[in-house]
């Protein structure tokens, strides 16, 4: 079995000709964006708390947006995504 001509080459063949295809991974693709996005950002902002010891300001930061009007909001819109997530891509895959 030739691994590459019975398998990669007609794999190659359906994505790049069937446009139906490409798009059918567009939202979990998306939601993965935005995801890695998400803790991309929540690791520089460790790394800058840690590296310039700014731990009472982040403290500071972190106590006034849970005493926020918005925070119910923002746990609604993360449960939502996380749960999308969850659920989206294994069935797109």
Do not use: C
Request: glycine fraction near 2%.
């Amino acid at each position: 079995m030739n691994f590459r001509d019975d398998i990669i080459i007609p794999s190659w063949n359906l994505i790049s000709l069937d446009s139906k295809v490409k798009s059918f991974y567009f939202l979990p693709g998306i939601l993965s964006i935005l995801f890695l996005t998400f803790v991309l950002t929540y690791q520089s902002i460790y790394t800058y708390v840690v590296l310039f010891n700014k731990k009472s300001e982040a403290l500071n930061l972190i106590l006034k947006f849970f005493h926020s009007d918005y925070l119910v909001e923002v746990l609604i819109l993360g449960f939502t995504f996380l749960i999308l997530y969850i659920l989206l891509v294994p069935i797109f895959e």
